[in-house]
């Protein structure tokens, strides 16, 4: 990671995960492998994969300072998705006010087209 190779990252940690003895690293790999997807940096960022892998090391290493390590990074990407979905919500409902705005200006517009025309016809009427 240090070195920015994330996928030489990648690979060597998904090695050590297929390879390791039960409980032997495994917890290592999980946690790097989770981390690297979760990093912004990483040109592999996927905060679904990187849960996925955090998730495991929780619950087959509960123990490891690693697993640990990997609760608090799911409760911040959690945290994370929260919050993106709310600004989506917020976004799409931002686009549906615009929309009304939009539809009262042209009734308005269409209203005031109207009161001139009708103000034109009393004038023509009182002549």
Not at 18 to 33: I, R
Not at 41 to 63: C, I, V
Not at 85 to 101: H, K, Y
């Amino acid at each position: 990671m240090e070195s920015g190779n994330y996928a030489q990252f990648l690979v060597e940690n998904e090695w050590a995960l297929q390879h390791c003895a039960e409980g032997t690293g495994c917890d290592v790999a999980l946690f790097n492998l989770g981390f690297a997807y979760a990093y912004t940096q990483s040109p592999y960022r996927n905060l679904t994969k990187a849960l996925h892998y955090f998730s495991d090391l929780s619950q087959k290493y509960p123990q490891s300072p690693f697993a640990f390590q990997g609760r608090a990074w799911m409760a911040f990407i959690n945290d994370h998705l929260a919050l993106e979905e709310a600004r989506r919500q917020l976004q799409a409902n931002l686009r549906n006010r615009e929309g009304t705005i939009r539809s009262l200006r042209a009734q308005l517009d269409r209203s005031r087209a109207i009161d001139v025309e009708m103000e034109k016809k009393e004038r023509e009427l009182l002549r």
